[in-house]
């Protein structure tokens, strides 16, 4: 009884989302799509790079809020960031990829770059603070925003367990 009582409040606070199901998330008013996401897999996957759902719709929420800021700041990737990212993440640099995924890899290649040192503290403020500030909507089969940390929280699915004995003395 009491994983169905979890079920069905689930499934509540679900319906009451207004999260449309074709939407991955919402960054700043802009829609990240569930097709959108799955190309990103997709490129990623014949290049023989698996990748999970939440991972990478957060690399892409990460990237719609920081691109713009990265180049109106003019800290735009230069081909050499761009092929260091795709020798880490194991991509081929002459592929053909879809926008979203491109995006993505811009995103990388900063951060990637970031960590290396080429960028002070007060070159990177405005992206984190663009970051800090923006307004993401995550869509509840993804997890939800975690906005001190930029990243998806994943989400609670206790309700699929019980604390029920089972009947077999365990």
Sequence with gaps: MKKLVALAAAGLL?????????????????EISIDDLA????????????TLADGV??????????????????????????EAV???LGLNPAGDYSEPTDAMIDFLAFTLLTDAGLYTPDDIRPVL??????????????GE?????????RPDRSYLTSEETTGFGF
Excluded: H, K, Y
């Design 14 to 30: 679900m319906a009451g989302c207004s999260t449309d199901p074709s939407t991955a998330a919402t960054v700043n008013g802009s």
């Design 39 to 50: 190309q990103v897999q997709a490129d990623f996957r014949e290049q023989g790079v698996n």
């Design 57 to 82: 719709l957060n690399m892409m929420i990460n990237g719609e809020i920081a691109n713009d800021v990265i180049a109106s700041e003019g800290l735009e990737m230069t081909g050499e960031g761009r």
């Design 86 to 88: 795709f020798g880490q």
């Design 129 to 142: 603070d663009a970051l800090g500030e923006a307004d993401v909507e995550v869509n509840p089969r993804f």
């Design 145 to 153: 925003w975690d906005a001190e940390n930029f990243a998806i929280a």
